[in-house]
T-cell receptor, first 113, second 116 residues
Framework: AQSVTQPDIHITVSEGASLELRCNYSYGATPYLFWYVQSPGQGLQLLLKYFSGDTLVQGIKGFEAEFKRSQSSFNLRKPSVHWSDAAEYFCAGWIQGAQKLVFGQGTRLTINP | GAVVSQHPSRVICKSGTSVKIECRSLDFQATTMFWYRQFPKQSLMLMATSNEGSKATYEQGVEKDKFLINHASLTLSTLTVTSAHPEDSSFYIC????????????FGDGTRLSIL
């Protein structure tokens, strides 16, 4: 079955430290992949997307993600986190046949001062 | 960037009331809109896909008579929770896209529905 998995439910990092959030997908073909961020009580904001081409994609707020076909991964990274990055992060993949977005379980990011 | 407005942001009402939630795309034509439900500390669960001018496609297990969806124009979709009960309390989020598969969905800010 086509799915998106985020192995880490909760991650805590110190402010200024680097960050990597994991995302794995299960698809037959190259999927369209997205990372979204959700602040408490808010909707989702698109951070970045991957469709094809360059496997390292840059997003907003200093985030980047790398698509690795061999590992079926699309991990999100940031070299230095800020307290304002504390939020819930969702990886998602677009399923062509079903015409819908499938979300991972989400990773809650906590920033220590 | 693309903006999606969702209204109201919060609703508190008595059991048995019907509640309508609006989702508007403000600066683009949304051929397709999606309605999601999100339980506390959980991911988004797709309820239905709405294409302008046609009937919504509901996900398995979602009661279409309970959650009425209308997408009458390219900028507006509505979700009506009919005869709401406490178990319908949740966070409802809409998203909109131009309908081209590789275009990202743009999300509203969600509606917190509380049924007393």
């Amino acid at each position: 079955a086509q799915s998106v998995t985020q192995p880490d439910i909760h991650i805590t990092v110190s402010e200024g430290a680097s960050l990597e959030l994991r995302c794995n997908y299960s698809y037959g073909a190259t999927p369209y992949l997205f990372w979204y961020v959700q602040s408490p009580g808010q909707g989702l904001q698109l951070l970045l997307k991957y469709f094809s081409g360059d496997t390292l994609v840059q997003g907003i707020k200093g985030f980047e993600a790398e698509f690795k076909r061999s590992q079926s991964s699309f991990n999100l990274r940031k070299p230095s986190v800020h307290w304002s990055d504390a939020a819930e992060y969702f990886c998602a993949g677009w399923i062509q046949g079903a015409q819908k977005l499938v979300f991972g379980q989400g990773t809650r990011l906590t920033i220590n001062p | 960037g693309a903006v999606v407005s969702q209204h109201p942001s919060r609703v508190i009402c008595k059991s048995g009331t019907s509640v309508k939630i609006e989702c508007r795309s403000l600066d683009f034509q949304a051929t397709t809109m999606f309605w999601y439900r999100q339980f506390p500390k959980q991911s988004l669960m797709l309820m239905a896909t709405s294409n302008e001018g046609s009937k919504a496609t509901y996900e398995q297990g979602v009661e279409k008579d309970k959650f009425l969806i209308n997408h009458a124009s390219l900028t507006l979709s509505t979700l009506t929770v009919t005869s709401a009960h406490p178990e319908d309390s949740s966070f409802y989020i809409c998203s909109a896209t131009t309908g081209i598969s590789n275009q990202p969905q743009h999300f509203g800010d969600g509606t917190r529905l509380s049924i007393l």
